[in-house]
């Protein structure tokens, strides 16, 4: 017996799902009326997408911060898509949004934590994120995530969701504004630690033969190698670690100094920075 599929059982699927009416339609006929099976029937269309476009780059996409109620934890997420047409589409967005709700809200260890997390109506983020492939037709990820807890935690979204940065402050207080002025130095000046205390030594040790080799090349005596390499070691921690940078809103002032300028014991503990393709 064929069984009737309304307009209103279309449009319950696909305020539920997201994809288009036809979409809809066919999986409920597919699947006899059953919206739940239509759910699978349109998830395992993702899925086939999924492995279809694994391949691809999906370096477009929206990266979003957020902070608790509190000000104490933040995360921040990129949904990446293959083009710039649906990262501007406000159903993407709204995704990219939810996601980052839930990963506020439960707060996971890891990106495979995340994925595995509870995104509503019986299924997993990781099972919504490729039901969403079938619907927009290109392959959609998760590309990122990262979370940090501080004493004050301030976020930031730059250049039309394409970055996203948490500043984690030493300190609780009026300092949203000083928050955001630093996620803005992160953006634009993408720092590589805090300080030099925050750098791998296999970096500083490779930095040191390469400023050693430099010297060695342009001439100079062996007996002055190391001290020309210290010297250059010292430029990279400037250009490199937030605090010794210099601030890009300031008066040729540090960012530490800037930071004390505000409150003499004010410093900044850890920072995350996401962009998209990264």
């Avoid at 699947?31 to 691809?56: C, F, N, P, S, T």
């Avoid at 839930?102 to 490729?130: C, Q, R, W, Y």
């Avoid at 500043?167 to 803005?184: C, P, Q, R, T």
Wanted: glycine letters at 10%; a negative charge.
């Amino acid at each position: 017996m064929d069984v009737k599929i309304t307009a209103k059982d279309v449009a319950a699927l696909r305020k539920e799902t997201g994809a288009g009416m036809m979409d809809c339609k066919k999986a409920l006929v597919e699947a006899g009326g059953d919206r739940e099976a239509a759910k699978d029937i349109l998830r395992k269309k993702g899925q086939k997408l999924a492995d279809k476009r694994a391949e691809r780059d999906a370096n477009e996409g929206v990266v979003i911060a957020k902070t608790n109620s509190e000000g104490t934890k933040g995360i921040v997420i990129n949904l990446s898509c293959e083009t710039d047409f649906v990262a501007k589409n406000d159903d993407f967005i709204s995704l990219a949004d939810k996601v980052a709700d839930i990963a506020l809200a439960n707060f996971p260890a890891s990106l495979e934590d995340l994925l595995a997390s509870d995104f509503g109506g019986g299924i997993s983020v990781g099972d919504k994120v490729t039901e969403q492939m079938g619907v927009i037709g290109e392959k959609v990820e998760v590309k990122k995530y990262e979370n940090l807890e501080s004493d004050m935690v301030v976020p930031y979204i730059h250049a039309g969701y394409r970055r996203g940065v948490l500043v984690g402050l030493n300190k609780m207080g009026d300092f949203a504004e000083v928050g955001k002025n630093i996620a803005m130095q992160v953006a634009a000046m993408s720092p590589i630690a805090v300080n030099k205390e925050g750098i791998d030594t296999s970096v500083v040790e490779k930095e040191i033969e390469i400023g050693k080799e430099l010297a060695r090349n342009e001439g100079k005596p062996e007996a002055m190698l190391d001290k020309i390499a210290q010297g250059r070691l010292n430029k990279f921690y400037k250009e490199n670690t937030l605090l010794d940078q210099e601030y890009v809103k300031g008066n040729k002032e540090s960012v530490a100094n800037y930071l004390k300028s505000v409150d003499n014991d004010l410093t900044v503990k850890a920072f995350r920075h996401v962009g998209l393709g990264s």
